[in-house]
């Protein structure tokens, strides 16, 4: 299935399985680990995949795995939950559901706006299914606690959920961040966030609770929502187009 077709050079599917799966798993492989192997697990199957592929030499040089609710309750559920209680999520957010995750781009093509394509066609996969929430775990690598707990007090701060939406990590997924109160300056917060979640607080979305801790990628892991009917007008701006076949 194409989704959009941006330029020359790059060119985005939706795919479920088959060649350009395997490759988004090996980038994800490098991405994620530095090393040549395939990053895959049980919510693949489940899961439609957005790919950007090089049509000059057919790799897949950015991905985006996507799980609406929809297929997620028929299947292996949400990947959040093997991190988070989401009793709160599922209760409160009605309708349509989308969770986005294992986003990556090649080293080697980040000069290009490969980040912006894949989120044009997320925004247009949005009004299709009638998304209603957007959501995923937000990694913070390098997860040293001063570090962590800086964070985490600028996101209570400043971009935090009403309590109808909030998460709290699994028991054996708790992260040690030190809990007393912590100062920092709104500069040195925001050199301390990572892109990814700079790019949800773009959107408009809050972060729903403490991180939990992802021992496998050692990585402190924020839940970050956002209401689409809520979602910043500039963004949706910048990324909307109508698709075209």
Known sequence: MKVCLDSQIFEILIVKKGEYLRKAQVLRGEVFFGKTLLDQDAFDKACEHLVVIDKKTQQVVGTYRLLLRSQAEKTTGFYSETEFNLKNIKNNCRGELLEMGRACVDARYRKFPILNFLWKA??????????KFIFGCSSIEEPQPAKVSKIFKFLKDNAFSPPRFRVAPLKNKRYPYFKEPVEYSRKEALSLVPSLVKGYLTMGAVACGEPAWDKEFDTADFFMMVE??????????????????
């Open 122 to 131: 997320i925004i247009s996969y949005m009004v299709d299914n009638k998304v």
């Open 228 to 245: 689409t009917e809520k979602m910043n007008a500039s963004f949706l701006r910048k990324f909307f187009y109508e698709k075209s076949i």
